[in-house]
């Protein structure tokens, strides 16, 4: 039986409607976690119906990174200069700029990768593996996978979200399109790092982004 106090802890946990509470718990016969990734399943949902109209105002953010060594440019667009201005949206804009200063991606999505680079990519990858020593049959796909990783080092919509990384930065847009109500789209941005190409000891950058974030 879904009661009362049951949905009431879903409205609490979630923010969903009452109906939307009552139906997810029926969905997953009481069960409140599974109730939780019901409800979260159709915000994605409903997020995959907006993203296919044009969004066109937005904001254009700026963030340096406290000691001036980190500089980010991004554009992120929604679809009314009124959404723009909600300080959900804001806040969504600043934690992408923090991303791409800590996790340094070098295209938004895989689509814009040169295929030029695909290709040199898998030839480094696939002398890796004969080097290794892997036999010539299982070589294809070990360099298929070793494709998908990088995919997920250099292009931030499959990036690990610094501040959440059991999600993407993928994820996080359809939650906001969810949030929001419009769709939300991650046009381009421009990072720079001082003495970049200049012989020096790395750093994680992720840690002291992460420092900033949480002082």
């Known amino acids: 039986m879904i009661t009362a106090e049951m949905v009431k802890q879903l409205r609490e946990r ?17 069960d409140v976690e599974k109730a939780i990734e019901v409800l979260r399943e159709k915000g994605l949902a409903a997020a995959a119906k907006k993203a ?7 904001l254009v953010e700026a963030y340096i ?4 060594r980190i500089g980010v440019l991004v554009e992120v667009n929604i679809e009314t200069d009124f959404a723009a201005k909600n300080e959900e949206f804001k806040t969504f804009v600043r934690d992408v700029a923090m991303q791409i200063a800590a996790a340094k991606p070098e295209y938004v999505r895989r689509e814009e990768v040169p295929e030029a680079i695909i290709e040199k990519e898998k030839e480094i990858l696939k002398a890796q593996a004969l080097n290794e020593g892997k036999p010539e049959k299982i070589i294809e796909k070990m360099v298929e996978g070793r494709i998908e990783k990088y995919y997920k080092e250099v292009c931030l919509l499959e990036q690990p979200w610094i501040k959440d990384t ?8 359809k939650e906001k ?10 046009r381009r941005f421009v990072r720079f790092e001082r003495g970049e190409g200049i012989e020096k000891k790395e750093e994680n950058f992720a840690d002291e982004v992460m420092k900033q974030i949480e002082g």
């Open 65 to 68: 990174h406290g000691d001036g």
């Open 177 to 186: 399109i969810a949030a929001i109500g419009e769709n939300i789209n991650i």
């Open 14 to 30: 979630t923010g969903a409607g009452m109906m939307d509470c009552k139906k997810a718990l029926s969905a997953s016969e009481g």
């Open 52 to 58: 296919g109209r044009i969004a066109a105002e937005g």
């Open 166 to 173: 059991d999600k993407t930065i993928q994820v996080l847009v």
